[in-house]
């Protein structure tokens, strides 16, 4: 044992000059973060934000003024086309009617006279007992005797539709949304039409009209899918496909965006008219491709080129540019670690999720790419890496 001890303290020695030494020489030195190109599916989709709203929605007034007297439908009350929903109070346009009627009755009455009077003229004027002047007198009244009638008669039809307009119906079928009148309330219909009802067709087919940013509409076509959530049941993932998308732009505070409508299955009833709704249309979808995280294309070494610090990553997310310029120019650069040290390599890229990026071409599965520089003495990364901030807004 005694011959051992010398060369147990040799080597014991040998390790720790060796530790001194690498020690000594990474003092100063910098270790890198890395991410590994791996293989998997990968998602591109639009975010938004819409509300929920029946497909057919009918709001439901009245055409004449007057003291709710009855109401036959209340609020998720079902209702069938031409079913009667709430009654005016008829008194006064049934006088109307009534006084119409006696009007016409009189008018009718000045007619007869009228045609006496003209025919009796006529008959003197044959038997030049009676002068022109007579007879075109006559005929004049007879002729304003039949005009009057017309006129009472209108009164009249006018009458009984202002009377049939006390009953209000339904206009189609389906379920009450909302009431907005109560018995004994009076309604004026002076100006518009108030009302009193609103009525949905059917909730079991529904719409999100949502609205999406302009940088982002350039990609939304009809018939893509579209999963979103509400938060009245935030761990479930609703589905639909987008319908159309409106060229009408709405403009809030300087943002231009278009009405995109999504239509919406409902069997359950689940979902209820005026909910917000978080919307992700996919526009792009691909299984099984090459694929690195998006901190990989925002790293740059401080000496870095003028022209490898151009082909910097998208912009981050609320830059309405980046996404743009995202899908006009595919190519980046991203370093890889072949030795330890950094090289730039040019790959050209896909569509993003956001937190993942495809790549194109460049790179092979398995090759370490940096994603951050990492000091010796902070360890700490020069370059965050924030998975949030890629260039178009989408989620996975």
Known sequence: MKRFVPWLIAIIALLFVALVVRQCR???????????????????????????????????GSQVSGNIAKLFAD???QVKAGQVVAQIDPALFQATVTQAEGDLASAQAALELARVNAKR?????????SSQADLDQALANLHQAE???????GALDKAKADLEHCTITS????????????????????????????????????QIDSNVAEADVGVVDVGQDVDFTVDAFPMRTFHGKVVQVRNAPITVQNVVTYDTVIGVSNPDLKLKPGMTANV???????????QIKNAALRYRPADATSGEMGSRSPAPAGSRGGAGRE??????????????????????????????????????????????????????????????????????
Request: charged fraction near 20%; hydrophobic fraction near 35%.
């Open 26 to 60: 990474n003092g100063g030195a910098a270790n890198y973060q890395t991410t590994t190109v791996t293989r998997g599916p990968i998602t591109q989709a639009v975010t938004a934000t819409g509300t929920l709203n029946p497909v057919v929605n009918v709001q439901v």
């Open 75 to 77: 609020f998720n009350s």
């Open 121 to 129: 003229t006529q008959e003197l004027f044959a038997r030049k007992t």
């Open 147 to 153: 005009a009057n009638v017309k006129i009472k008669q």
């Open 171 to 206: 206009p189609i079928d389906g379920v009450v949304i909302s009431r907005n009148v109560d018995v004994g309330q009076t309604v004026a219909a002076s100006l518009q039409a108030p009302v009193i009802f609103q009525i949905a067709n059917d909730l079991t087919k529904m």
């Open 280 to 290: 992700s249309i996919i526009v792009a979808h691909k299984d099984n491709v090459l």
């Open 327 to 396: 899908r006009r120019t595919g190519e980046r650069t991203v370093y890889v670690l072949p030795g330890g040290q950094p090289k730039p390599v040019q790959i050209k890229t896909g569509i993003s999720d956001g937190v993942l990026t495809e790549v194109v071409e460049g790179l092979k599965e398995g090759d370490r790419v940096v994603t951050a520089e990492l000091s010796s003495k902070s360890a700490a990364p020069s370059t965050p890496a924030n998975p949030f901030s890629g260039g178009q807004r989408r989620f996975p």
